[in-house]
């Protein structure tokens, strides 16, 4: 019985309820020092002085590193930096390197001290003054001075300039309207952690809390000067990414504060520079129109996003899943970008669909309701079937039928066409969906497979497991193409002494690692096998492989089990104690995230005929729908239930696949409803310092969540037939709760998050 | 966290004058504020003196004095505690309901009640020792008043400060005329209304309330009500729990026949002090409980909001929070 796909539990689950999984600020070392970042308390400016006598002094303190002491760095250059593989840099701003201010918060100096509390006690006590300039915060006002990107991931950014205006302005039946999101800070449980290990002057080991071992390797190699083979970065479990723990250069912070103390240093970023030196979603203002038919047919679909960046290439790229969506003849998106003195935006959780389907799916169901037709039936008529900007058939596309389930499950025919039709007491009680879509993406990956004479099988890879499950479905995958149970299966995985994988990002790991372990595998099952038929004294021998089976860790005659030879009778009588096989994936498209080189055998990632990028478009899709009860008095909304069905390919593990999923459900929920990131316009910094003032949902706030998944794994991105899941589940979600609060009151409300003061 | 000195003491004469010998000395109760305070280098203290050691833990019926009849709740009650007693489940539900609204199971466990008093406010320009804050830091300025100030005061704020008292407890405590009972430096008790306690702001913010140095609180009293049946504490805020109230409102009526007879209500997130809204009271006392007269107390108090740049939904909030909790007081005080 094949255990792929069944919802079993975590193999590390219980490692994580008892407190004993080792996260990355947990790996203390003897002599241990502990440094704490200084934030700059200016939004843009010069530091002109530093009075460090007051810390120097303070009881413990080892080291205070500022700009004027701190040792010299490798500067930022993204072409040489490119060529090393350092791509995913947080912030292109290397640390404590000239008395430059970009934004609140920036870390300006670090104190080394021999516990936390002496170095946090000291690092209050450092002055400094600057030399202060006006700083740009306003978004509004400075997108004007922006700019527009010409790439956005290595493509044209800006699609049929101006192209719509002509079309929409003559057609009878159109909207136009703006929508408005938030800035939004990641925020997983665990924060970013690193603990720097010296050996020698240029032997480095890093503990760190990161999506993805081997890029950290790479950044702190190319910054601190060293060779890659002598950096080695340890993760084995990461307490919620969401896109934040790609690398962030705090980590060299620890490895400088290493080499000046020549001890172990721990840095461990607190709740509050979560709010500024780790990234964030940066804030949209999109303006949509969609103009259509007599019938409802769309004609043309127009997404002008603009947003704000700083120290990165990175921008929201709101319009990617308007360039997926929808059938239209012409389709123009187009991005505006300021440069504000905030730290870095970056990825976070689905970036760009996340507030991207916001303003379409909220604009698809404003048109909908202008032209009288039911949103789904809207959504159905204008369904894309093949991928209408590149033209390829999408690798499979089961849309339709997230929409038939989803009204199925959800009861969708109840929903009223006119709004506050449904009350109880003082609740009125709307119905909202939309669609969601992220791209499929791979990488190339590698991974390398033991097996002892005991039958005890190892799976090693650098991948990471973020929370996601990545432990458990290697496992199940590995198991299945052995014939053993779960329990025989160890994975170790977020190392750079394993073979090299790529970043958990982009909803990739899964589509890019198994297909690696399972060549992996399937290499050491046949040299097993192999081994039988040659060995005289198997029962196998002379056998060839099309007449052959595998169960219960043994080969059998297909037909006549009897007939059959155990893995350690072969490795015993051939006098192996271990086999191992190691393999590659590696997509035709190229490595992707992934390690360009190959350590090991490479194998296809697909067929050859199915594998190429240029015939097929990957993408996932799926339907939410969203029951609302707003009690209008008071503005108070409160999502009563949820509906999500998704269409994510083969589903590896039913249990972790929905807590994904659910997870994904529930950041989109507090994106809708309460997450919002503000600026204090005369000094530049975060006000929501905290979780006490940055809300996320808590338990009180979600509701049952019913997911369904379509199952059917797509034929063309792997041999394993499973799309990324990580990061589908928030999109569409704040739409389909704005467009059911406008089902429930009437009311339109464009600009997320919708807290209560917008409903009054 | 700057490093401090840890005392502790069983005697709370000695907790006082341990007090008063060192200027830099705070009491530790619960540490559900004081500690995060510290962190943030917002408070430093150079001693913690722990009063968890003294016997002021009692919840008990009020056997003589004014209050005879009324409850007694002890400074270093928790709040858990109070709010689940059985004499206030059932003859001070308003305070259960107080309580229960506010922080989280965890927080309430540990949390006392004289430390309820007593925490400071949630302003984020406060806890940033970055920013600019009268109240930390006196002559500074006050940043919200410019600033991001969604979550603050309406009602009694001056340039100085325009920070709000975070309580949901004290904004019961005050509907229900709760006095606050200290002992001083001289041993001797004191007797605080519960509504001349905590302070407006003007131009002294860095005071919270009227203790006087070395005063400690040792309980609570809470007068006999006829208002068990008929009083509801409404919280609103941006998430459905763990979330400080934009807004939040403590009504008590007692009706005879449909006339009201005597009535309070108190408002939380609108002040630097738990907020008695005087006016709607003045205005529903005798009166019939009705909607429209609900109404009408609701404008006559809210008329007299300032509101601020970013908190102006306060205002039309404020009343439909007052006619919601007068509502629901009126129908027996229970969530529907």
Known sequence: MAITGKPIDRVDGRLKVTGTATYAAEFNQPNMAYAVPVRSTIAKGTITTFDTVAAEKSAGVIAVLTHKNASRLKAINPEEQMKAGVIFIGEDLVPLQDNQVHYFGQFIALVVAETYEQARSAAALLEVTYNKEKHAIDLVSELPK??????????????????????????PHKIEQTYTTSTENHHPMEPHATVAVWEGADKLTLYDATQGVVITRAIAAYFLNLKPDNVRVISPFVG??????????????????????????????????????????????????????????????????????????????????????????????????????????????????????????????EMAFEMKIDPLAFRVLNHAATDPETKHPFSANYLLECYRVGAEKFGWSARKMQP???????????????????????????????????????????????????????????????????????????????????????????????????????????????????????????????????????????????????????????????????????????SGLGAPVAPCMVVPLATEENSDAKKYSFHSFGAQFAEVWVDEDLGTIRVSRFTSVQDVGRIMNEKTARSQIIGGVIFGLGAALMEETQYDKHWGNPVTRSLADYHVPVNADVPQIDVHFIGKPDPHISSIGARGIGEIGITGVSAAIANAVFNATGKRIRSLPLTLDKLL | MRPFKFSSTKDPNSAIKMLMDNTNAKFLAGGTNILDLMKEDVERPDELIDITSLHFTQIKTISEGTNKGGISIGGLSKNTDTANDPVIRRDFPLLTQAILAGASAQIRNMATNGGNLNQRTRCSYFYDTAMPCNKREPGTGCGAREGINRMHAIFGWTNNCVAVHPSDMCVALVALDAVVIVIGTDGKSRAIPFADYHRLPGDTPHKDNNLVPGELITSVEIPKNNFAGNSYYLKVRDRASY?????????????????????????????????????????????????????????????????????KFKVELGKRAIIRALTQAMNGGTNS
């Open chain 1, 146 to 171: 922006g700019y527009k990107p010409k790439l956005l991931f290595g493509r044209e950014a800006q699609l049929n300039t101006g192209k719509t205006a002509d079309l929409i302005a003559a057609s």
């Open chain 1, 240 to 365: 919620g990414g969401f896109g934040t723990k790609g690398t962030w250069l705090h980590i060299v912070l620890a490895a400088m504060a290493g080499q000046v103390t020549k001890r172990p240093v721990k840095l461990v970023i607190s709740r509050q520079m979560m709010q500024t030196n780790v990234g964030r979603r940066s804030a949209t203002i999109q303006k949509i129109a969609l103009s259509s038919d007599p019938k409802g047919k769309l004609t043309a679909i127009r997404h002008n996003s603009e947003t704000y960046t700083n120290l990165t290439q990175f921008f929201e790229p709101s319009g990617l899943a308007t360039a997926v969506l929808y059938e239209a003849p012409l389709r123009e998106i187009t991005y505006q970008v300021a440069k504000l003195n905030v730290g870095a935006p970056t990825f976070m959780r689905a970036p760009g669909e996340a507030p991207g389907t916001f303003a379409l799916e909220s604009a698809m169901d």
């Open chain 1, 420 to 590: 506050r039709q449904t009350r109880n007491g003082k609740y009125l009680i709307g119905y909202g969906m939309a669609t969601a879509t992220y791209p499929a993406g791979r990488s190339s990956a590698s991974a390398r497979v033991q097996m002892t004479i005991k039958g005890e099988i190892k799976v090693m890879t650098a991948a990471s497991d973020i929370g996601t499950g990545t432990y458990t479905v290697l496992a199940q995958t590995a198991a299945d193409a052995l014939g053993v149970s779960v329990e025989r299966i160890t994975v170790e995985i977020g190392d750079t002494n394993l073979p090299p994988a790529p970043i958990a990002g982009g909803s990739q790991t899964t589509a890019s690692v198994h297909p690696a372990v399972l060549a992996a595998v399937e290499t050491l099952r046949k040299d097993l096998m192999l081994l039988a038929f040659s060995d005289t004294k198997s029962k196998l021998n002379g056998r060839k492989a099309d007449e052959i089976d595998f169960a219960k860790g043994k080969f059998y005659l297909k037909g006549d089990a009897s007939i059959s030879d155990s893995y350690a009778d072969i490795m015993s009588r051939n006098n192996k104690q271990i086999m191992e096989a190691c393999a590659t994936s590696m997509p035709a498209s190229g």
């Open chain 2, 243 to 311: 979330a400080f109230a934009l807004v939040s409102v403590a009504a008590a009526l007692e009706i005879n026949g449909n006339q009201i007879k005597q009535v309070r209500i108190a408002m939380g997130g609108v002040a630097h002090k738990p907020w008695r809204a005087i006016e709607a009271e003045k205005f529903l006392l005798g009166k019939s409980a009705s909607n429209e007269n609900f109404k009408q107390a609701a404008e006559a108090e809210m008329q007299h909001a300032k509101p601020l740049e970013h908190n």
